[in-house]
C-alpha cells in the first residue's frame, strides 16, 4: 500500500509539472503579445523590450519552464537580472521557495494572491459539498427505496429541474428572490472567519455553496438511487433479509455499505475539482476567489497567475484521485494496492 | 416414512403448501411464475424440487421465505409451517421466524455473500439477530464450532477472513454454517451445487446428507440437475411451467416415472453410468411462455404422447391422477402411462 | 501428449503449447514476477472429423488452451500446427485467412452476440469481415443457415433478446458454421443450458460435424456431455493434462487417480446405484498456478499420493514431475498410474 502511494505521488507531481508546460506552451503559442499587456498607455518599444526581459518572455518556452520549475524547489526573484540588482536592488521582488511566479498586473508573487484567495473557493466549495451530499444522498436514499411512488418521482423530477438550469440562471434567481426581493437570507458578501467569525462566514457562504449544490444534488440523487437500487438487486442483500434481519440493519450495514462505496469516489473527483475555483458561482456573486481570478488572468495575460491556478487546481484533482483510490482500499476489503 | 399427498385439507406437516400461486406484473404482462402449488413437507424430510429454468421452482422457496414481500409480486394460497400460515403472519412475525426456524442456501456462495464484510461477521450476526442476549465470546465460540461442523479447516483464522478470500467450496460451506447456525427446522437450498465444480459438489452435498442427520432438519432441495436429488431426496416433485407435473418417492421418480416431462428429463441428459446412446434425446421445442401459457396441459406442446382427439391435451388442464400415492399430472390413463414407460422408456438397468 | 493416429490425418497438432499471463511484483518498482500458469506444456493432436473432449474442472486451463489454439490468445511456448503449417503467432491478414478455417463456439450464448446487432447481421457478420458473398447472396445464405441450425429465417431482423438461451447459443453456431470451417472450438457451448436443451444442441453440433466435415475440441466440465461427444478425452488439471484415451476406455477404465475422482465425483439419476457408490474425495483447495505444487502438481490433493504410496513413493511424486506413459491406449502423466480400487461410476 504504501509502495502504491508513493508510486501514485510520483506520477501525480510529474503529470502537475507536465501541466505547467503544457499551459506555458499554449500560452507562448497565441498571437498577442502578452509582454503588451503589462505596458500601459505609454508604452514604448525599449519599454516594452525591457518588460519581456523582466518576464522571461524572450525565453524560449522550455527555459521559462525550467526557470519556473526551479522556483518551486529553491526560489527565485523578479524581475532576474544580477545587473539590475546590483544597480537598484529595490526594484527586484524576492520570491522565496515555493516560488509559483510572479504577478506582473498585481505586482504580487502568484503565490500571495492563491493564499488570499484559496480560501474562498475553498469555502464554497466545501459548504456546497457538504449541503449537496447530505441532501442528494439522502434523497438518492429515499427515492430508491420509494422506488415508482410519486416521492420517487417529484424527488426526480425536481432535481432535474435544477440539473436543467444553468448555474448563473439559478444563481442570480437565488440571488434576486432570496436576497433582494423578499430578504429570507441577507445579501451575500463573503467574510472570512478572521474578519467576521464562524456566524458570518456562514452567512455569506450559504446562497453561493446552494446554488452550487443545486446543480449538484440532481447528479447525486440520480446516481445515489441507480447505485442503492443495484444493490438492492443483490444476492447478498436476499441473504440479509433470508438471516432475518431488521429491515434497519439490512439497509444500514448492508445496503449503504454497498452502494455508497462507488459515491464516495465520485463525490472525491467532484469536491477536488472544485477546490480550484468554481468560474460561474463566484462570478455571480462576486466573490474574489480562485474561479474568477483565473478568469481575470487569462483575459489579461498574465501567465504566472494563470499557471499558478492550474497548478493549484490539477494539484488538488490529482491529490483527490489518489486519496479516493486509497479510500476505495479501506472500504472494500477486495482492493488490494501492491 | 414419505407420503407425497397432494390434498387440499389440512396436515399435521411441518410445510404445508396449499394452491400457492406467485405471479408478478411485467412490462410484457403477468407472469405466472407459480401457478397453483400443493405438497406437503414433514420433519427431518427431504424434498428435491427439480425443474428447469422458468419452472417455478426457485419462486417457491422465495414465496416460502416470504422474499416476495415488499415487491410488485402476488403470492396467494397458503403455506403453512407448524400449523401457523406464513402469507397472513405480520412483517416482524416472519422476520423473526426467518433465518431461525427457515434457512436458505443460495446457489452462489460468491454473490450471496457480504464482499465487504468478513465471514465469521455475516454468520455472527445471523445469530445474534435471534440471540440477542447471546454474550460475544460465547457467539464466537458457536460460530467457530460451526465452521468446524461444516469442514472449514483453521475456523479460529477463517472466521476473521472474507468471503474473497475462501475457495467456491469453503464460501458455501461458510453459507451452510449461516444456514445452520440456528438450528432450523427448515433448510431450503436453491440450486447449492451448481456453481461448484463436479469434486466439491461431492462433497457439499455430502456434507448436507452429514448434517441433516445431526441436526434432523426438513431439507427443500431446488435443482435442475435430477442426480443431485437421487441421493438426498426422500421425495421428488417434478416441476413444469409453474406447476408440479408429477410428485413422488425417488423411486418412484426415478424407477417408475409416468409424467412424459419426467421421462424426457431423465432420457435428454447423457448418462455416464449407462451404455452410451448415439443420439441424444431431447425434449423438442422450448420451455412455455409463463406469460400466456399453452391452453390445456402446459407441456402438450413439446410432449410426443399428446392426443388432443381422443384426450383433449391442448384445451383440458389436467388435474393431478393420484394412485397409489404417486400424482401425475398427465390426461393419459395410468395403465397407458405404465404401458408407454415399460414399453419405450425404461432401459435395461433401470 | 502425442497420439497419432495412422489411420487418419492430423488436422491440428500442438505441441508443448503454454499460456502464461503475467504478474507484477509489489514494491515502488513492479517488476514481472511469477507468471500465471494456465496452459503450462500440453501436448496433444486432432484428427480430422473427431471431436477431442477437454474436461476439467474451473482454474483448470481448458478455456484458455482452447482459445490459444485458436489464437485467440498468443502463446507463451510451443507450437501449433494447422494441416501441417506452423501458425503459432500468425496475425494480421494471414489471420484472419486463418479464421475461415476456425472458429469458435462460445458459452454464454447472450454476452456473445452483440445485443444492438440483429440476427441476420450478427451471421452475417463473418462474410463482412472476410469479404465473401456466397452464392445467392449474403441474406439468402444466411437464412439458410438459420434454417439449418432450427431458428426461424423470418426472424432474420429480430434481436438477440428476443431469443430463449438455446436458440442463441443456434446463433452462436450458425455464425460459427457460416464459413464453413474445418475446425472449432467449442468452449462449454451447453453448460448455460437447461438439460432438455443442451441435449439439442448437442445433437445440433454432432448433425453439423457429419454434414459439414467438421472436427471439434469441445471444452467442457460436464464429464457426461464430454462423453456423450467426445471420441477422445484430454483430462486437465492446474495447466496440464493428467490423462488422455479413447472415450471408452478412458470412462471403462481410468487410470489416472484424478481422472477416478473426477468421474466418481459425477451424481448419477440413480438412487439405488447413488447410495451403494463410494466417492473418491480430493481433499483440500485447487493450489495457485502462479505456485504450482512441485512435481506432480496433483499431488496435494491426490487420494493415491495421501493413502497407498510409501514414504519413498511419495518422495518422487513431490520432486518427480510424471512423464507422460503409455499404458495401453491411455497416455498418463501419473508415476503410479493404475486402475482405481472401487468401481468409480
Redesign the interface.
Known amino acids: 500500500m504504501f509502495a502504491y502511494i508513493v508510486r501514485r505521488v510520483a506520477a501525480g507531481m510529474v503529470m502537475i509539472l507536465a501541466m505547467s508546460l503544457v499551459t506555458m506552451l499554449l500560452f507562448f503559442a497565441s498571437p498577442a503579445d502578452p509582454a503588451r499587456y503589462t505596458c500601459g498607455k505609454n508604452c514604448t518599444p525599449q519599454l516594452l523590450e525591457q518588460n519581456r526581459k523582466a518576464l522571461g518572455y524572450d525565453q524560449p518556452v522550455l527555459s521559462y519552464w525550467v526557470d519556473f520549475t526551479k522556483g518551486i524547489f529553491v526560489g527565485s526573484e523578479f524581475p532576474k537580472d544580477p545587473a539590475l540588482k546590483k544597480s537598484a536592488p529595490e526594484t527586484i521582488a524576492d520570491c522565496p521557495a515555493p516560488c509559483l511566479g510572479y504577478s506582473p498586473q498585481s505586482s504580487r508573487p502568484v503565490r500571495d494572491i492563491i493564499v488570499e484567495k484559496l480560501p474562498v473557493s475553498a469555502s464554497l466549495a466545501i459548504a456546497a459539498f457538504i449541503m449537496w451530499m447530505i441532501a442528494g444522498v439522502g434523497l438518492g436514499i429515499v427515492a430508491a427505496l420509494r422506488k415508482g411512488s410519486i416521492v420517487d418521482r417529484a424527488i426526480v423530477g425536481s432535481a432535474l429541474v435544477f440539473y436543467a438550469f444553468p448555474t448563473f440562471f439559478i444563481g442570480l434567481g437565488l440571488y434576486v428572490f432570496l436576497a433582494l426581493k423578499w430578504g429570507i437570507v441577507p445579501v451575500p458578501a463573503y467574510t472570512s472567519i478572521a474578519d467576521g467569525g464562524v456566524g458570518l462566514w456562514l452567512q455569506g457562504l450559504f446562497l453561493p455553496a446552494l446554488t452550487l449544490a443545486l446543480v449538484y444534488i440532481a447528479g447525486y440523487i440520480r446516481l445515489t438511487r441507480a447505485f442503492v437500487l443495484e444493490v438492492k438487486g443483490?444476492?447478498?442483500l436476499?441473504?440479509?433479509?433470508?438471516?432475518?434481519?431488521?429491515s434497519g440493519?439490512i439497509l444500514f450495514?448492508?445496503t449503504l455499505?454497498?452502494a455508497l462505496?462507488p459515491i464516495a469516489t465520485v463525490a472525491g473527483l467532484d469536491l477536488g475539482g472544485l477546490l480550484g475555483g468554481t468560474i460561474i458561482t463566484e462570478q455571480v456573486f462576486n466573490y474574489d476567489g480562485l474561479g474568477r481570478t483565473a478568469v481575470m488572468a487569462a483575459t489579461t495575460y498574465d501567465l504566472p497567475v494563470t499557471v499558478g491556478i492550474v497548478l493549484v487546481a490539477a494539484t488538488f484533482v490529482i491529490t483527490a484521485n489518489i486519496v479516493v483510490d486509497v479510500l476505495y482500499a479501506v472500504?472494500?476489503?477486495?482492493v488490494k494496492y501492491s | 416414512m414419505s407420503t407425497w399427498v397432494p390434498t387440499e385439507g389440512t396436515s399435521d406437516a411441518l410445510l404445508s403448501v396449499r394452491d400457492l400461486k406467485v405471479t408478478f406484473p411485467t412490462e410484457d404482462g403477468l407472469v405466472k411464475a407459480v401457478n397453483g402449488l400443493t405438497f406437503d413437507l414433514n420433519a427431518g424430510e427431504t424434498l428435491g424440487i427439480v425443474g428447469?429454468?422458468g419452472s417455478g421452482k426457485s419462486v417457491t422457496s422465495q414465496a416460502i421465505?416470504g422474499?416476495h414481500r415488499g415487491t410488485r409480486a402476488k403470492v396467494e394460497g397458503s403455506i403453512d409451517f407448524d400449523g401457523k400460515n406464513l402469507l397472513k403472519l405480520e412483517d416482524e412475525e416472519l422476520?423473526?421466524?426467518?433465518?431461525?426456524d427457515i434457512?436458505?442456501i443460495?446457489q452462489?456462495p460468491l454473490?450471496?455473500?457480504?464482499?465487504?464484510?468478513t465471514v465469521g461477521n455475516?454468520i455472527i450476526?445471523?445469530y445474534k439477530?435471534?440471540h440477542g442476549s447471546a454474550s460475544k465470546a460465547a457467539v464466537r465460540a458457536h460460530v467457530i464450532d460451526m465452521l468446524e461442523r461444516v469442514g472449514i479447516p483453521n475456523p479460529q483464522k477463517r472466521i476473521d477472513q472474507?468471503p474473497?478470500e475462501f475457495?467456491?467450496?469453503?464460501r458455501q460451506r461458510a453459507?451452510i454454517a449461516?444456514a445452520l447456525v440456528n438450528s432450523p427446522r427448515l433448510v431450503i437450498a436453491d440450486e447449492p451445487t451448481t456453481a461448484l465444480?463436479?469434486?466439491?459438489?461431492?462433497?457439499i452435498?455430502?456434507l448436507l446428507i452429514d448434517l441433516q442427520k445431526d441436526i434432523n432438519a426438513a431439507i427443500i432441495i431446488i435443482t435442475?440437475?435430477?442426480?443431485?436429488v437421487?441421493?438426498m431426496a426422500d421425495k421428488i416433485m417434478v416441476m413444469y411451467g409453474g406447476k408440479a407435473v408429477e410428485g413422488g418417492t425417488?423411486?418412484q421418480t426415478?424407477y417408475s416415472p409416468e409424467h412424459p416431462y419426467t421421462w424426457?428429463?431423465?432420457q435428454?441428459?447423457?448418462?455416464?453410468?449407462r451404455e452410451?446412446?448415439d443420439?441424444?434425446?431431447?425434449?423438442?421445442g422450448?420451455?412455455p411462455s409463463l406469460i400466456s401459457p399453452p391452453s390445456g396441459c402446459a407441456f402438450h406442446t413439446r410432449c410426443a404422447y399428446r392426443d388432443d382427439e381422443n384426450l383433449g391435451c391442448s384445451t383440458i388442464v389436467p388435474e393431478f391422477d393420484v394412485q397409489d400415492w404417486h400424482p401425475v399430472r398427465c390426461l393419459i390413463p395410468a395403465p397407458k402411462r405404465k404401458a408407454i414407460f415399460d414399453t419405450e422408456i425404461r432401459t435395461p438397468s433401470? | 501428449m502425442t497420439t497419432t493416429h495412422p489411420e487418419s490425418d492430423v488436422i491440428l497438432e500442438v505441441k508443448d503449447l503454454q499460456k502464461h499471463f503475467p504478474t507484477r511484483t509489489s514494491g515502488i518498482i513492479r517488476r514481472a514476477s511469477d507468471p500465471v500458469k494456465a496452459v503450462d506444456g500440453i501436448s496433444f493432436s486432432v484428427n480430422r472429423g473427431e471431436t477431442l473432449g477437454l474436461v476439467g474442472?474451473?482454474g483448470c486451463g481448458k478455456s484458455t488452451a482452447g482459445r490459444t489454439m485458436l489464437q485467440l490468445l498468443e502463446p507463451t511456448g510451443g507450437s501449433i500446427h494447422y494441416n501441417g503449417r506452423d501458425i503459432t503467432g500468425v496475425h494480421g491478414a494471414d489471420l484472419r485467412k486463418l479464421r475461415t478455417e476456425m472458429q469458435m463456439v462460445f458459452q454464454d450464448p447472450y454476452g456473445s452476440l452483440n445485443p444492438r446487432q440483429t440476427i441476420g447481421t450478427i451471421v452475417a457478420a463473418p462474410f463482412d469481415i472476410q469479404g465473401i458473398t456466397p452464392d445467392g447472396g449474403v441474406k439468402a445464405e444466411v437464412q439458410s443457415l438459420m434454417e439449418r441450425v432450427g431458428l426461424n429465417p423470418e426472424h432474420y431482423n429480430r434481436y438477440p433478446h428476443e431469443f430463449?438461451?438455446?436458440?442463441r447459443q443456434r446463433i452462436g453456431i450458425a455464425r460459427a458454421v457460416a464459413l464453413r470451417p474445418k475446425l472449432i472450438v467449442c468452449d462449454e457451448p451447453v453448460s448455460a443450458l437447461?438439460?432438455?436443451?443442451?441435449?439439442?444442441v448437442?445433437?445440433l453440433l454432432?448433425d453439423l460435424q457429419t454434414e459439414y466435415d467438421l472436427t471439434y475440441v469441445f471444452v467442457a466440465?460436464?464429464?457426461?456431455?464430454i462423453?456423450?461427444i467426445s471420441d477422445r478425452v484430454a483430462v486437465m488439471y492446474l495447466g496440464k493434462f493428467m490423462e488422455v484415451a479413447d472415450?471408452?476406455e478412458l470412462?471403462a477404465n481410468p487410470l489416472h487417480p484424478y481422472t477416478q475422482?473426477?468421474?466418481?465425483?459425477?451424481?448419477?439419476?440413480?438412487?439405488?446405484?447413488?447410495?451403494k457408490r463410494e466417492?473418491i474425495?480430493?481433499k483440500g483447495?485447487?493450489p495457485s498456478p502462479i505456485n504450482p505444487p512441485s512435481g506432480c502438481v496433483f499431488h496435494t490433493r491426490c487420494p493415491r499420493f495421501r493413502e497407498e504410496l510409501s514414504e519413498t513413493e511419495r518422495k518422487r511424486c513431490t520432486t518427480e514431475i510424471p512423464l507422460v506413459q503409455k499404458i495401453g491406449n491411455h497416455e498418463v502423466a501419473c508415476h503410479f498410474a493404475g486402475a482405481a480400487k472401487i468401481d468409480v461410476?
Do not use: C
Open positions: 443483490e444476492d447478498y436476499r441473504t440479509a433479509q433470508a438471516k432475518g434481519l431488521t440493519r450495514k448492508h455499505r454497498g462505496t472500504i472494500d476489503p477486495r | 428447469e429454468s421465505m422474499l422476520r423473526v421466524m426467518r433465518g431461525r434457512a436458505m443460495f452462489d454473490s450471496a455473500l457480504h464482499p465487504y464484510y455475516q450476526e445471523a439477530v435471534h472474507y474473497h475457495s467456491g467450496g469453503m453459507m449461516m465444480d463436479v469434486t466439491v459438489q461431492a462433497q452435498l455430502d435442475h440437475d435430477l442426480g443431485v437421487a441421493e425417488a423411486d426415478f424426457g428429463l431423465l435428454s441428459m447423457p448418462r455416464i453410468d452410451r446412446l443420439r441424444l434425446r431431447p425434449i423438442p422450448n420451455p433401470s | 474442472e474451473s430463449s438461451g438455446g436458440q437447461d438439460v432438455s436443451i443442451q441435449a439439442q448437442v445433437n454432432e466440465h460436464d464429464l457426461s456431455v462423453r456423450h472415450r471408452d470412462y475422482a473426477l468421474l466418481s465425483a459425477v451424481p448419477i439419476p440413480d438412487p439405488r446405484k447413488e447410495n466417492r474425495l480430493l483447495d485447487l461410476i
